[in-house]
């Protein structure tokens, strides 16, 4: 005889059983996203222009020639040289530039001739689901950070904050560059070593908080980076690695800056900060005595508790290093160094 009990834990038991001929429930796979193209000799670079215009023959020339001693082949907007203020022409019209950039399948990646500002005002003209579709490098610092995180919050392109094509380009960022765009490596990326002891360094690295972390690389130029607080066009900085830097900004203002992301809820969400360089960031009032950006940075990152580091070579100098936005990283704050964990090109 069965019991009462034993015969509704059957009955139970066998309601959860697939019916006859029915297939038993099968777990997602999630397909991997493509990874845009490498870059090789021969390929054809999207030079672009989100902000500011390239000022005239000349200067473009010597874009061109940077872009060619990659061996690549340059293919123009056709708004490089328009002028609209400050601006490289209306905004719909940079906007088409660069969607049909994306669009065209002759060119393999592509990169912004200059920053200044205006890459923001395209955002809303941009065809997100077409860049998605059509996975590329995107290149640029400085006003490019809107593009960068416009890029991460809508699909699922990484990009290079690195330097733009009117940029020096010495030999430090010329093989930074390669590394990731060309070779398709997963470098570590760290000042170099002081090269006469005997003087001070000229890249210290100082650590606001040690250990390790590791997260989705996200973030670039501060300024820009706040003007997106509270737009559509900033993805979530949950779990996050933050790298800010910032050039031509009174000490208050990156004070200004990190308050904004601090009450934003931005900073408290993040799992690693790195800071780079803030190139001439000093009041120019003679005799100023407030606080400094160090001091700024030590009251703002060093309390949050994650790893954080200052001093890396990115931003607004000559010897800029390459960073993969969008990318899965790794930092020691103690050390100074940004571990990429996975190429970000097939």
Known sequence: MIDRRTL????????????MGEARPRRRRTRARPKPARLREGDVLGLVAPAGYVADRAALDRILGTVRSFGLVPRLAPNLLD???????????????????????E??????????????????????PLIDAH???????????????????????????????????????????????????????????????????????????????RGRLLGGNLSVLSALVGTPWL????????FLEDTNEAEYRIDRMLTQLAQAGILRRVAGIVFGQCTNC???????????????????????????FQGAQIGH???????????????DATAGSIRVLAPVVA
């Open 282 to 308: 000093r009041n120019p009032v003679p005799g100023y005595s407030g606080y400094t950006v160090d001091q700024v940075l030590d009251q703002h990152l060093a309390p949050l508790g994650v790893p954080a």
């Open 8 to 19: 509704m834990l059957s009955l139970a038991a066998a309601a959860a059983l697939p019916a």
């Open 83 to 105: 002028r609209a203020g400050y601006l490289a022409g209306p905004d719909r019209e940079r906007a088409a530039a660069i969607n049909a950039m994306f669009a065209d399948t």
């Open 135 to 213: 996975p590329k490098l995107l290149i640029g610092s400085s006003d490019i950070t809107a593009l960068h995180l416009a890029l991460a919050a809508r699909t699922h392109c990484p990009s290079i904050h690195g330097p733009n094509a009117a940029h020096s380009w010495g030999a430090g960022p010329r093989a930074s560059f390669r590394a990731l765009a060309f070779d398709g490596l997963a470098p570590t990326v760290a000042n170099p070593p002081n090269p006469d002891p005997s003087q001070p360094d000229p890249w210290p690295i100082r650590t606001l908080h040690p250990g390790k972390a």
């Open 235 to 242: 993805p979530s900085f949950a779990g996050a690695i933050l």
């Open 317 to 331: 100098i000559a010897a800029q290093v390459s960073l993969p936005v969008g990318a899965m990283v790794e930092i």
């Open 107 to 128: 060119v393999r990646a592509i990169m912004a001739v200059h920053g200044g500002w205006g890459s923001q005002r395209v955002l809303p003209y941009l065809d997100f």
